[in-house]
């Protein structure tokens, strides 16, 4: 699986990178066949402090995005992760319950 984290106006911190690294490979649990994941992390209104995350997640067959927001990068990506673990065994399910010709 490769990993490509993006952080647009700022310079994340190799704690946040490897944070979320680690929180990426937690899907690996739930789908196995993960090619390739962007990661974007951006400020959405630079006053309030708002801070946006948006992970696209490529599969054989499909191509997955989600966005989060929050007031902190920590609080955002357990969400969208858990948004594509949602997805994922979705996925997954579906593709184990097909009826094999």
């Known amino acids: ?24 490979k937690s899907l690996e649990k739930f789908y196995d066949q993960i090619l390739d994941v962007k990661i974007v992390l951006s400020f959405t209104h630079l006053k309030d402090s708002i801070k946006n995350s948006e992970i696209t997640l490529n599969i054989p067959g499909k191509i997955i ?28 399910t579906k593709r184990l319950t097909r009826p094999k010709k």
């Open 1 to 24: 699986m490769n990993i490509r984290i993006t952080s647009r106006k700022f310079k994340a911190k190799e704690s946040l990178n490897n944070y979320i690294r680690e929180e990426v």
């Open 65 to 92: 995005t989600v966005t989060t927001e929050s007031d902190e990068f920590e609080k955002s990506i357990p969400m969208a992760i858990e948004k594509l673990r949602k997805q994922l065994s979705k996925i997954k």
